[in-house]
């Protein structure tokens, strides 16, 4: 990873850890609010490709009942698009991760990610204080988590999407 200094202004801003792992952490919470599992760790490499982009994030359906090959389906360039960004994105989901667990927001363990839900009340609390892009940003993330866990295992999940762990 390049040097915190010596990144630029956008990557400080879109990119930092704190708020990279805040949507890996809603998008655990959202997980396992579906089935009481922790959101798989190759799963989690999927959040910021879906979330950041903004024409990805707002092309996602409303609902989890909508399923993933559907989606994908009427969206067939973000199939190719997800998984550039997912490539792109590794470094930062992997500091994220790191950042997210060393201060228990995150636990992460062989199984997956879980969120801690004691932090609940704290990243509530932030997100209040932040611009309505960054509350979507959130929202959606929890979204995908909950759709993520509907769509099958990781494999079936990273299959559709055509990526590789």
């Given at each position: 990873?390049?040097?915190?200094?010596?990144?630029?202004?956008?990557?400080?801003?879109l990119l930092n850890p704190g708020f990279c792992a805040m949507?890996?952490?809603q998008a655990a919470q959202g997980y396992a609010s579906e089935r009481p599992l922790p959101l798989?760790?190759?799963?989690?490499?999927?959040?910021?490709?879906?979330?950041l982009h903004k024409e990805?994030?707002?092309?996602?359906?409303?609902n989890i009942r909508t399923s993933l090959p559907?989606?994908?389906?009427e969206h067939p360039i973000v199939r190719t698009r997800l998984g550039e960004r997912a490539s792109t994105l590794r470094?930062?989901?992997k500091e994220s991760l790191i950042f997210g667990g060393s201060l228990g927001l995150l636990a992460i363990a062989q199984d997956g990610v879980r969120a801690n839900a004691?932090?609940?009340k704290r990243v509530n609390a932030a997100l209040k204080?932040?611009?309505?892009?960054v509350r979507d940003c959130a929202k959606r993330a929890d979204f995908v988590g909950r759709w993520l866990e509907k769509a099958g295992g990781p494999e079936t999940v990273m299959a559709l999407l055509g990526v590789r762990p």
């Open positions: 990873m390049t040097p915190w200094a010596e990144r630029s202004i956008e990557e400080r801003n949507l890996v952490w798989s760790i190759e799963l989690s490499f999927l959040v910021l490709p879906f979330v990805t994030r707002e092309s996602l359906p409303t559907t989606w994908l389906a470094a930062f989901t004691n932090m609940k204080a932040t611009s309505d892009e």
